[in-house]
């Protein structure tokens, strides 16, 4: 008997790599047998502000000490690349108080003489399981011309992690809370560096940051002036896009990961160097830009207290907005790139978003996967570059005609 459960325990790496994993292998495996369903533009439906509240407070939050209190070997004063880690504390309302919760960001101001005013602002988002240090071969280059901002999304990197077990699953770690973050980060933040002015202000989102920032746009549009979306994800967890076979499958293991000790067991067999440098390698196309240095930045802040709850309720949310959701809302310029060889988000299914109107360019970046800011970077800063120089092209003709029109009444 004990040979038996030891036999099945090891098999729980196998299962949740299949539950994260799977749902991209389904589209692959099973996409000629069971065509997918084409994309249809749903009727536009603003959602309810989606904030955290409840009614009863949850465990203290794990969130990264005081300057003062920290101990650097765990939240490094600075980067893998030498870029100073600063910390905002941002102040929503979980289980109905008010929480102080240091989220983990960095900045380079532009370095063009003569353009501090009115200098673009680029908020750089990460993926899932990804946090600021994933942009560290892009921002150098991209503050060339413009402030350049990373954030770790909440739960994620070296910001505050609430617990998410006393509160009903995926209240906290979800898109519209997500959303909300960036956009007070974006005024009380890249605003105020700004000494109160409103600077253009541009998202660069990669997988599941993508859905944050579209998110963000549909939410807070005021905020956002334009998005470039990188292999964004498709969200194929998402129970509307699970057959019907599939769906008690992975409701059920969800529960069984999220709910008992299997979850922490199942996380402390993937948290480890060699299983996410191998599932690091799927998501690249050139895995030998899956350095040590990539591995220690990702795995690094994994291990730190509260990480593995953040996990195993995230791999749970199988609800919440779809890219095809939030496009059509989108009023804001959104340029999609995407990773020809992408084993996770297949192109082909990406491509069915250039029908959405705020869609107005569909780049296809050869020879790369998932992560194409990070393995093909110098590819992806020209693109951002260019899309930069789009869009504020685009603003100054707008301010122009405002200003004829003004003068002409």
């Not at 057959?243 to 293991?253: A, E, I, K, T, Y």
């Not at 969800?254 to 979850?263: A, F, I, N, P, S």
Request: glycine content about 6%.
């Amino acid at each position: 008997m004990t040979a038996m459960l030891r036999r099945h325990l090891s098999l729980l790496p196998s299962l949740v790599l299949v539950l994260v994993i799977g749902p991209y292998l389904y589209c692959h495996c099973f996409t000629q047998t069971h065509p997918r369903t084409p994309i249809r533009r749903p009727a536009i439906r603003r959602r309810a502000n989606m904030g955290v509240r409840h009614a009863q407070p949850p465990e203290a939050a794990h969130q990264p000490p005081s300057a003062h209190e920290r101990d650097h070997s765990l939240y490094p004063a600075y980067s893998l690349v030498g870029i100073k880690n600063d910390y905002w504390h941002w102040r929503p309302e979980i289980g109905g108080e008010m929480r102080e919760l240091p989220i983990r960001y960095q900045f380079l101001q532009c370095e063009s003489e003569g353009q501090r005013e009115g200098v673009p602002s680029i908020i750089c988002v990460h993926g899932f399981g990804g946090n600021c240090d994933h942009w560290r071969r892009n921002v150098r280059d991209l503050a060339k011309n413009a402030n350049v901002y990373t954030i770790d999304l909440l739960g994620y990197g070296y910001s505050a992690k609430p617990n998410p077990r006393e509160l009903p699953p995926n209240t906290i770690y979800n898109f519209h809370v997500w959303a909300e973050q960036l956009r007070d980060f974006t005024q009380e933040v890249v605003n105020n560096k700004q000494r109160g002015s409103r600077s253009p202000t541009y998202l660069v989102c990669n997988s599941v940051g993508g859905v944050a920032g579209l998110q963000q746009a549909v939410s807070y549009p005021h905020t956002v002036d334009g998005v470039l979306l990188l292999d964004i994800s498709l969200r194929l967890l998402n129970e509307r896009k699970q057959s019907p076979l599939q769906r008690p499958f992975v409701r059920g293991l969800q529960w069984v990961l999220r709910e008992t000790q299997v979850g922490q067991f199942f996380f402390s067999r993937i948290a480890q160097k060699e299983t996410v440098r191998n599932v690091l390698k799927q998501a690249y196309f050139d895995d030998t830009q899956v350095t040590d240095e990539l591995v220690d930045a990702i795995l690094t802040p994994g291990l730190l207290p509260g990480a593995a709850e953040v996990f195993l309720d995230f791999i749970s949310y199988s609800s919440g907005p779809l890219p095809e959701d939030l496009l059509p809302q989108t009023n804001v310029p959104v340029w999609i790139a995407w990773g020809e060889n992408d084993p996770w988000e297949p192109i082909d299914m990406g491509r069915d978003y250039e029908q959405f109107e705020c869609v107005e360019e569909f780049i296809v970046l050869g020879s790369t996967g998932h992560c194409p800011m990070d393995e093909s970077p110098s590819e992806v800063n020209a693109l951002i570059e260019r899309f930069i120089q789009r869009m504020s092209a685009r603003r100054k003709e707008n301010e122009r005609e405002r200003g004829v029109a003004v003068a002409d009444a």
